[in-house]
Structure formats: structure tokens, C-alpha cells
């Protein structure tokens, strides 16, 4: 490893967190962030730095944490996942004018040369060799390796809530910034699944579309209807979990940031291998990929419901109704 002065390295969106291993600095997902502390806190915190109210809570929680844990380098990504970013940017550049803010961008017509270069400026940022990120990529290919031991266990025995099987695929993202700690958890999660029973009778549902912003949302179709939650679409694909040779293929497989007719052809795939009857893809508020919703609704195999979230919190009312009503007519159950 070569001289390296980066400590911290957040980032709005999940990126090739190998590079920042490699440089011997520590990932941080500016999202798990927001969602695992008090995100209440953290928008109130934006909306006082001049973030409008009528802005997505991603967006508002992004900018909440930057300000509090004031990391070394945040990395924003422009191009394939929000259009915000770059508005975001500059409010970073204005307000920390210390700190050192990158932009990263997936081609959107996906040209494995282009990616390389951006892989090539991150690497140069952080000061770390093709060959050092080439040692961390494989070490952590073997926590996703894990991971997908995981899901396979979990499509035969839901030893998992929603819940937990959520927060393990989306901490991935950085590996909750420490990986000897996420692989034991992983270990554990990995003896336990394949001591516990096969289930093939519980109706298996699955959630598409941004990680929701609703704190009980698997939880509510998980403890009133005989129903488990098995995939989440988002998520999944963060973890990364197909093998690949090398970085630039890895990150040419994630689906997240480019077009959506690949995602949704992936969705059909899980739910034909997890035997998916329903999904319920969530949009959250002031966010132009609702636009997408329409389209999964109509090409998806099994019936959707759309959900659409707004603050950080539980389900409101309506939602709850509306989710009741769907599930009823899924599983058959009454409540
Ligand atoms: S939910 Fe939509 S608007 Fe919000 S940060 Fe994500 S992509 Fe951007």
C-alpha cells in the first residue's frame, strides 16, 4: 500500500467499496447510516442547512450524517442512481469546504472501458494500485460467497425474519465497517439456517424497488399473515453475490444503476427460483424512479403492489389497510 492520508471514506450510493479497503480506509454507506441511527435528527439537520422539505428523506438523511461523522472523502454518485447528487455535491462543497468530494458514475450503456476509467480515478484518489484492490476484491468475495450460502439456505428453510435478512444484505454495502465482525455474523447465521427445518409451505413474498424507509414494513406482512419475506430486489443486488473474475465484471453485474429491463428480468428469475406468489415494490416519495413503477407492475410475473414511503418511521394507516387488502388476497387469509 502506498502513502494513503484518507481515513473515511462515505458514499451516497453503494460503489466498489474494495478500493477503499485496499487504500486502508474505511467505508462508510451515508444510508445505513441514516437508517440505523436517529434519522429524525438527521433531517432535521438538513432541512436547517437549506435542504428543501419536499426533497426525498434519503436525500435529506444523506446530507443529516455528513454533517454529523464529517467523513475524510464522500464519494457521490452522478450518473445511475440519483439525480439529487449533484445538487448534493455542491452543498457538500459549500458547507465543508475541507472535506474532499469525488464524483463516481456508472455508463449507462454499460461500456466495461468507461467503468474501468472511473475504477482508475477512484483508485487514484484513494492512492492504491490495481493489484492491492485485486487482493481485498477477492477477500471479500468470500463474504459474499457467504452471502449467497445464505440466501440459498434461506429460499429452503425461512429460518430468517424479512427483517434481519434485509439488514444483512444491505450492510454489505460496507460490511458494517468491519469485516472480521460481519463474517462471524455471517458464520452464525450460516449454522443455524442449515440446522433449522425446510420450509416449503410458508407463501413467499418478495420486495422490490429502493430500500424502504419503513421501519416495520416486513415485519407487519410477517406476523399477520402466513407469509415470510425471501427476497429483497434492491438489496440483493447490493450484496453482489454472482461471482465474477474481476472488479469492472462485478460491477458491470450490479443491475441497481442501469436500465430497468434487466432488474426486472432478474425479479422474474428470483421469483421462479424462490416460488415468489406476490411482490411488493416499494417507491418513496419525491423520487423519479416512482416512474418505473408502472412498468414492473405490468411486467412482472406475479401480482404487485405498490407502496409508496415518505419519513423514516412505521406504516401509516392507509398503508396498512391497503397492504392488509393485498395480502388477504394473496394468502387467502382473513384478518
Ligand atoms: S430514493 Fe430516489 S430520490 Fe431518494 S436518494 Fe434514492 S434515488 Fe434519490
Redesign the pocket.
Known sequence: MTGVSVKTVAF??TIPQEIIWAAGAVPVDL?NVFITGNSADYIRRAEALGIPRA?????KG?MGVVDDIRPDTVIAVTEG?????HALMSQFRYHYPDMSILGFSYPQDKDPNMLQLQLKKLMDHLHVSPVEVDLFKKKLDELRHKLRDIDDLQTQHIGLSGKALQRLLISSTDFNQNLATYESELDQWISLLSRSALDLKTCRIGISG?PSILSDLSDLIETRFPARIVYFEVESDFAMMEPSQILVEQYLQFRYPYELFARIAAMNQQIKEKGLVAMVHY??S?????IEASIIQKLLDVPVLVLEGDAPGPVDMRTQIRIEQFMERITGATL
Do not use: M
Open positions: 451516497t450510493t444510508n426533497t426525498c428523506s434519503w436525500i444523506i442512481d440519483c439525480s439529487n447528487n429502493v417507491v418513496q419525491f423520487c423519479h424512479r416512482q
